[in-house]
Nanobody, 123 residues
Framework: VQLQASGGGAVQAGGSLRLSCATS????????VGWIRQAPGKERSFVAA????????LYADSVKGRFTISRDNAKNTVFLQMNSLKPEDSAIYYCASTNNPLAGSRIRMYDYWGQGTLVTVSS
């Protein structure tokens, strides 16, 4: 499975961005796609995930109510709509996939990773 993340950029606090994750290859094996971010000097942290079988969504507490994950089945693409952005949301955002439908927020269970897209939020 190959993943290509895009849509990052620089915005002011309170602004919005929509990230895209295009999947290709053996997409029939994908059960969950997630977004994980890494800020400078910090470990990677879970942001959101969507389970393909039932559309179930999972969010980190820090982004609940502000971020929305969704999927376009026809385009094999997963989106992350980010609203009310804060400076602490600044990070490289990676999309990743797993064939484990119970992976949830457990980053180590994601097998395939995209290259990341940079989000910078200024105050």
């Amino acid at each position: 499975v190959q993943l290509q993340a895009s849509g990052g950029g620089a915005v002011q606090a309170g602004g919005s961005l929509r990230l895209s994750c295009a999947t290709s290859g053996r997409t029939t094996s994908v059960r969950v796609v997630g977004w994980i971010r890494q800020a400078p000097g910090k470990e990677r942290s879970f942001v959101a995930a969507i389970r393909y079988s039932d559309g179930n969504q999972l969010y980190a507490d820090s982004v609940k109510g502000r971020f929305t994950i969704s999927r376009d089945n026809a385009k094999n693409t997963v989106f992350l709509q980010m609203n009310s952005l804060k400076p602490e949301d600044s990070a490289i955002y990676y999309c990743a996939s797993t064939n484990n439908p119970l992976a949830g927020s457990r980053i180590r269970m994601y097998d395939y990773w995209g290259q990341g897209t940079l989000v910078t939020v200024s105050s």
